[in-house]
Nanobody, 117 residues
Framework: QVQLVETGGGLVQAGGSLRLSCAASGSILGSFIRKGWYRQAPGKQRELVAQITTTGYTDYADSVKGRFTISNGTARNTVDLQMDSLKPEDTAVYSC??????????WGQGTQVTVSS
């Protein structure tokens, strides 16, 4: 099994920045075809925020383009999400998901991000 742990959430004022990190441990040998960040706000469906593939291709939700940046972390087996120019509507629980080439996925338990106006 693979364990994913998210860190870096918190409370920030609108316009501020946060950097989330997702660290993997356990049976992490082998590749992951996609590593993504998702979020779920109260009363809303979970949505994909950003993802990065093994080739380095990145993809973003329209609502965060130009403000969020996903990258492989400087620490081994981590993926980071840099969030700038945060808005109150970015408030949500942010979770990471890593997917194997054969489709098996692993989720972290999430970290709360709250943006005050």
């Amino acid at each position: 099994q693979v364990q994913l742990v998210e860190t870096g959430g918190g409370l920030v004022q609108a316009g501020g920045s946060l950097r989330l990190s997702c660290a993997a441990s356990g049976s992490i040998l082998g590749s992951f075809i996609r590593k993504g960040w998702y979020r779920q706000a109260p009363g809303k469906q979970r949505e994909l925020v950003a993802q990065i593939t093994t080739t380095g291709y990145t993809d973003y939700a329209d609502s965060v383009k130009g403000r969020f940046t996903i990258s492989n972390g400087t620490a081994r087996n981590t993926v980071d999400l840099q969030m700038d120019s945060l808005k109150p509507e970015d408030t949500a629980v942010y979770s990471c998901r890593w997917t194997r080439p054969w489709g098996q996925s692993f989720w972290g338990q999430g970290t709360q991000v709250t943006v005050s106006s």
